[in-house]
């Protein structure tokens, strides 16, 4: 037990060095304070360090990533009253290299400071309360939820063991972290709190009232995540230097097996395995992926998962279909790019990989086939892949369905090149880490490289086809889906959407063997049956039933839109149709965005129009290629139009006059969920299309029988004959009743019979007509006008 006048000293020195800590905001005061805390660690034993993890760490934390004043009595501040005073903005706006060298040798993972953090949670002296307010949104509503806050952490691996009673309010419920686990919550917090603040300043979007802010915890305003300017060192960018160095630290990418040798046995560990290793970068990993990925999904979990647990999810309720938090595709590239090596070096196509699509409880190596394919979300853990598939793809969809119209498409283009770079991870080598390497070594003589990695080829091979069909949906519906945003956002700058498109196509169109096992499996997922003929379709069609239950799950809730009035109808979704050559399909709507692009481009200035026609013309011999030969032949128009100057909107309605032009023009999707028009009340439209299918479903008319249940049921007809003792005389009211509710009853079935067999639904929409609904005013209002008038005759 240590001293009284000790404790008190200790108590002392921490508080002043807090006090230090949070006036320092010149280099000179930020070099100071990281001396005297490095001083203070290394003077004292971790049992010592109580008082510093308890009153200067937090105070650490606020003026690192410059969040509002620990000490402020106010818990709300002005962010735009005060200049940015985070120390990572300092050294970003001052380009100090020798500054950024000294904050980052304290927070880096050999420093004394992160020694001491895993010294002091060794001996569990120091747990923090997280604030709810910055967990991300899905888990602020369940944790409000008696109903699914004990799934929270079966369903959150990094908040297992964390949620507990408040022990103040003893109907509330709090995460309590070590002091290693509360430095990463925070870490990965700063760029969702700084995207949100941007986002906010520049891009108009309703969202939610704000939540209201805790103590010190205001974020102040941030400059941008985008690109380094030319004049800033990469080794001032002081969060991508800790992320990057956290990451090559605590997350492992090479041989993940000598890590966990026993995961996927049943034996127990072994004296000499430590586990920490795992668990800390699997902690790391999820705490990341759900930041920056999952954060504000309104479906943050696999469906089957999620049900399994009792919770319900989308979570619509709570979390509004809006895009992910702008300003964080820095460093998800990032983390995408480093994650996937640990794939890169794997071994690829290996024995250690198990059958897709294979029980999760028996994993066995699978049996020399050519298709040595993973279900990424069953294998033991070889490689990173499995923690980003289904929180990436939403991810990059969510940024593709809800753009707002009208915003610009940075944000979008910036997640578009992650999708790029996720699409070809055999161009990822250890070289695209060099600028990284140097910033942390300071030399690039100190870059240390893998000699088994120097002669890495960066094109695609049939080592990757197990990535490739595991991740197909990347490959194929997120394409789809990218189209539908390029025909709704070409005009708002039809030469970088055009760009966006062929480099796309031009990514699927890399390699001629990557063409052809997309081909195959298409046609292995359209295939009814297998049969004699092509046994590389035959071989991928067991594949099929997986890529089939993806896209279902990584789609949950975000193909049921009706009101985005894009190019794919409700059940579009429920198959592939890149390859299709229908009206829907694939091919149509790339010639058609073609076509679209060519009459948008004559817009642009002179300077710029050749080379925008080369891009078109680049485009068109690219989808010529991935269909085939298909020639997409042009349209000849002149470069003046023949037509008088029209706003946008009238420029692009069908041809038509009056009225005839909704006529003229047919919704081929669900006619009930077809978008809203202006001759309806929106509201009125979503209410009553909520209530039509519950009735529906209520009434079993969601599945119009099939001509072979029409058969049966025609076959099942009975007659029974009933003999005249058997019938009495009906008699009295009660008798009668019963008759005539029986009838009623007869009828009501046998109209639900011809509605089930002729698939017809309940469809309440049309009282949402502005018509109908006037009607129905006026109806009322004559019958209030003619009580009134027959109580004043009275």
């Not at 100071?32 to 490095?38: Q, R, T």
């Not at 001629?512 to 081909?519: N, T």
Request: proline content about 5%; hydrophobic content about 40%.
């Amino acid at each position: 037990m240590l001293p009284h006048s000790y404790t008190v000293d200790s108590l002392s020195q921490s508080q002043d060095l807090a006090s230090a800590i949070l006036a320092a905001s010149t280099p000179s005061n930020i070099s100071a304070a990281c001396s005297s805390v490095e001083s203070f660690l290394q003077s004292h034993t971790p049992d010592q360090c109580r008082h510093f993890f308890s009153v200067t760490f937090p105070s650490l934390i606020c003026k690192l990533f410059g969040f509002g004043d620990a000490t402020a009595a106010s818990p709300v501040q002005s962010s735009s009253s005060l200049p940015p005073n985070g120390w990572i903005d300092v050294i970003l706006a001052a380009n100090d290299l020798d500054l950024a060298e000294r904050v980052f040798s304290l927070l880096s993972p050999s420093g004394i400071l992160m020694s001491s953090i895993f010294a002091v949670d060794k001996l569990s002296l120091v747990k923090y309360v997280f604030p709810t307010e910055r967990l991300p949104e899905y888990a602020r509503f369940m944790l409000s939820s008696e109903k699914d806050r004990s799934a929270l952490a079966n369903l959150c691996p990094f908040l297992k063991g964390k949620i507990e009673e408040d022990s103040l309010r003893g109907s509330l419920y709090e995460v309590r972290l070590n002091v290693f686990e509360y430095y990463m919550f925070w870490l990965s917090y700063y760029p969702v709190c700084r995207g949100n603040n941007e986002s906010s300043a520049v891009i108009p979007i309703q969202k939610r009232k704000m939540f209201r802010l805790e103590k010190w915890t205001l974020m102040k305003a941030f400059p941008g995540s985008n690109k380094l300017d030319s004049d800033q060192k990469l080794e001032c960018n002081l969060y991508i230097r800790l992320l990057y160095s956290y990451l090559k630290e605590f997350v492992p990418v090479f041989d993940l097996n000598a890590h966990q040798p026993y995961r996927s046995s049943l034996l127990h560990y072994g004296n000499g395995y430590d586990g920490s290793v795992m668990t800390r970068a699997e902690f790391l990993v999820n705490v990341f992926v759900h930041y920056w990925l999952v954060e504000n999904d309104f479906s943050p979990f696999p469906v089957v998962t999620a049900k399994y647990f009792g919770v319900a999810p989308p979570f619509r309720s709570a979390v509004e279909e809006i895009p992910p938090t702008c300003g964080l595709e820095e460093v998800v590239k990032l983390l995408v790019k480093y994650l996937n090596l640990s794939w890169v070096t794997s071994g690829v196509g290996g024995e250690n990989y198990i059958e897709y699509g294979e029980s999760p409880q028996w994993k066995t190596p699978t049996s020399g086939s050519s298709f040595n394919v993973a279900n990424l979300s069953l294998r033991p853990l070889t490689s990173w892949n499995t923690h980003l598939q289904r929180p990436l793809y939403r991810y990059i969809l969510r940024s593709f369905l809800f753009c707002p119209i009208g915003s610009s498409i940075k944000n979008v283009s910036q997640v578009f090149s992650i999708w790029i770079m996720y699409l070809e991870p055999w161009i990822i080598s250890l070289d695209d880490f060099s600028d990284l390497e140097a910033a942390l070594n300071r030399s690039l003589k100190d870059v240390k490289k893998k000699e088994s990695y120097e002669s890495h080829v960066s094109g695609y091979t049939s080592l990757w086809q197990s990535y490739v069909i595991s991740n197909y949906l990347y490959y194929s519906s997120l394409v789809m889906h990218f189209i539908g945003f390029a025909h709704k956002f070409l005009h708002t700058d039809p030469e970088i959407v055009t760009q966006m498109v062929l480099k796309v196509m031009s990514t699927l169109t890399s390699s001629k063997e990557l063409l052809v096992l997309m081909k195959n499996i298409d046609k292995a997922f359209h295939s009814k049956q297998t049969g004699p003929g092509n046994s590389t379709v035959n071989e991928l069609s067991r594949f099929a039933p997986s890529i089939r239950e993806q896209l279902k799950d990584w789609e949950d809730g975000l193909c049921e839109s009706n009101a985005d009035g894009s190019f794919l109808h409700e059940n579009w979704n429920k198959d592939l149709k890149l390859f299709s050559y229908g009206e829907d399909g694939g091919q149509q709507l790339l010639q058609l965005f073609i076509l679209r692009a060519e009459a948008e481009l004559q817009t642009v200035s002179e300077k710029n129009l050749s080379e925008a026609l080369k891009c078109v013309d680049s485009l068109k011999s690219v989808v010529s290629n991935f269909f085939g030969g298909h020639v997409i032949k042009p349209i000849a128009f002149s470069l003046e139009p023949d037509y008088p100057q029209k706003n946008r909107d009238e420029l692009f309605k069908p041809s038509g006059t009056g009225k005839q032009i909704a006529g003229n023009v047919k919704y081929k999707g669900d006619w009930m969920t077809r978008p809203v028009s202006e001759e309806e009340v929106a509201w009125m439209v979503k209410l009553l299309i909520h209530i039509s299918i519950s009735l529906n479903e209520r009434l079993g008319l969601n599945n119009s029988e099939t001509n072979k249940d029409k058969k049966e049921n025609s076959e099942s007809v009975s007659y029974v004959d009933i003999s005249g003792d058997d019938v009495r005389d009906v008699t009295g009211a009660g008798d009668a009743a019963r008759m005539l509710l029986r009838g009623m009853v007869m009828v009501c079935g046998s109209v639900l019979h011809l509605m089930r067999r002729y698939g017809v639904r309940v469809n309440l929409r049309v009282m949402a007509s502005k018509k109908f609904l006037m009607l129905l005013f006026l109806y009322i209002l004559f019958l209030v006008l003619k009580r009134m008038v027959t109580r004043m005759i009275w």
